[in-house]
């Protein structure tokens, strides 16, 4: 399989030289098509800020995130929005929906932007609507919308570019359960049949047993990694169970 | 930490912000006190020594029109930072403020941006008031010396009346954040949900805004003479409303239509701006509409003072056609008199014409009119071709005659072609000229031509006068001929009636030229305000839209791609009044024109280029503004 996002030695550090707090040490990891990764970990273990950097939002102290080929740490800023807007989607935890237009509107945005033919952009959105279970909701405005429909819009905007990667900075976190597993299903409806690749920061043990493996994070290091082999149920339960070990908090 | 000082590190934290606020009412202190300047200045003084009636009246008007500019103005800046404010007070709230400290705290804030607006609008108005009134002087074309003078009147009357204007918003502004709830508060900022409209609303307002303001712009096509005035006021009122109703329906209906076609939509940066347009256009409709129509006003009034200074212009031409006049009662040797008079003055051209004075009785119009005489067709002719002046009429018959008439600065009167009675026989009037071929007297008379057979028929009728024009090279020296032109009468009463002189400087139309330069001023005035207006309004939708803006940088939108969604929105909003003011202004010019029987086309284009040209510069300003709000 092809390895999309290669993480060297990865380190962040905050603050003066001298007095500086280490958010992130040596992080090495790699991430191949088609995966769907959850990174878990306490409060204060660097999950942003290792999502940040992976995103291109902020720069590494050391270390190399190699993006498709590229090492997108030692790109200039007018090169890293250009690899944002083709290889990059994200999903925040507050939706981030423009109110102004409609959720159809609001999928299209990306490519309307980047110049696509609105043909093809209207049959992209449908698909995408109807990955997400939208199709119904096209021409409502986000305020008509649930915070699961919104979030879902969200993905599928995300995802309309085809990213080589999708970021989801806790996803679920402002949904409830059945808003969550909804939006749940249908990221890992668009990994398995979408083919799209995925890594997620979450705190909470249900969302991350819907990924394929769970890299656990604490003190600025990867702790541990779980793969789910198949079962979803028992999958929750381990890492449940890892969680208690590690004395993060459970839930 | 105690309200003052709170309030004192929020007014310099918040400079910025306040910025606009201060440079808005600063801009309209500015105005007010540069225009009261004017009025207690010495060169008014001279000036009302001209004509202190029309100047007066004028000065009244204008200042009643600049006070309440500066009521709307200051109410709509004041306005649109309250509720920017309101979002931030409201935190307050959680910190334990009530809503009247809230309120005091605001007051206090909204107090120290008004007086720091107050210093800084006086003291740019001190030192721009002297050039100020040299520019206004010199359109008027008016030399009084300006001496750099300070007199405290203005500054207390501008203070005052900014004072009292601005502390009623404040109180305003006060009481409304007193009653509101948090939630209001917190809300304040935010955007209201976009609300479909019934479909039948819609259809209503796009056909009453599209009936009302054609039919306005029919009322003005129809504006002409006395007869239909009644035209020019429903004009008036249907654009007004007209523009109105076209905002709030014509146009976001058109918009939204657009955001409805997504083949169109999702081409180029429209998916973002012209669904930006959609939903705020039903927010600021009302904003666009006071802004065309102030365009409106301000073009129409600008048309209306420049088609007065050029009847005027017209009319001094008219009346300094010759320089003096001698009237005579037996034929005399015009060269005779050129001799005396080139002893001073050297003459251009000369011509002379014999009148046939009429007793008033004699004669039946329309109107009495003390001083009525006929001329024969031969004698304008030849006087004509010796002054150089058009003749256009052919030869008349037996039963025509032509009315030679005056230039008006103003006139409702229709062309009548009413036939005249003049003694016994009826004359059919087949045109009317006003050629100046009898010069200043034709001001004061009224002439008909008549053929030569019927001249000489009706000779018995009256008294024959001859009149002798001459105009000089120098009609500024004209006083130096004037004691021998006096003692032609003085010395033989026989032959000379008298000498009419004709001074180049008329002081009577000095209010024409004051009135023309206030409106200049107006214009400028009031276009600089319309451009302002649209910059508050994008200034603060900027801030609404920072949120936005990071968002769409987040999710991977090229900054040039923002930048030009952004200056596309923008130009739609500084063109687009823009577009409707010169499509309505092309009427009421037209109407004006009408009316005053100028054509006023160049008039209207011009306008319209200077302000393209001032919306231009103030749409790259904004733009740089708000791309430094929300991009950088």
Redesign the interface.
Known sequence: MKKIVEIKNLTKTYGRKGYESVVLKDVTMDIYEHDFIAIMGPSGAGKSTLLNLLSTLDKPSRGQIILDGEDVTRVGNRQLSVIRRDKIGFIFQEYNLLDNMTLQDNIALPLSLNGKKSREILEKVDKMADMFGLSAHLNKYPYQLSGGQKQRGASARALITEPRILFADEPTGALDSRSSRDLLLSLKAANEKGKATILMVTHDAYTASYAKQVYFLSDGQIQCRLNNKEDRKLFYDEILKLLASMGGERE | MSLIRLTMSNFKRNLRNYMSLVLALAFSVFIFFNFQCVLYSDSMEVLNNYNKDYIDLIVHALSVVFGVFLFFFIWYATNVFLNQRKKEIGIYIFMGLDNKRIGKMYALEALFSGLFSLAAGLAAGVVFSKLFQMVLLRISEISVDIKFSFSLKPVLITACVFMAIYGLMVVKGYVSLVRSSVLDMLSGAK?K??KAEPAFLTAIKIMLGVSVLGAGYYCAVRTGDIDSLAYALAAVILVIAGTYFIYGGLIPWLIRKL?EN???????????WV??L???LKRNYRTYAIVTVLMICSVTVLGTSIALKQRYERSEHFRTTYTCQVVTKTEVDADEIQKGIEKENKVKYRSSIPLLSLDPDKLHSKYKSANYAITSESAVKAAAEEAGLPYESGSLRDNECVHLTHIMLMSFVPEDNEPVTIGDQVFQQIAESNVPYLGDLQNGMSVYVVNDTQYKKLQLLGEVLYLYNYKFEDPENLDASVPYLRSLAKEDPDRFVGVNLIRTEDKEGAWVRVMYSLCVFMFATLILACGSIIFIKLNNEAVEDME?YR?????????S?LYK?MKNEIRFTYYCPFVLMVLTSYFSIHAVGTVMKEDLLRINVFSAAAILLLFSIIYLISVRAFRKKVLD
């Open positions: 955007q949900e976009m955001t997504k083949q169109y939509l999702y081409q180029k940066q429209r998916n973002l669904n930006n959609a939903f705020r936005r968002v769409l940088q987040k999710i991977g939108i090229q900054r791609t969604s």
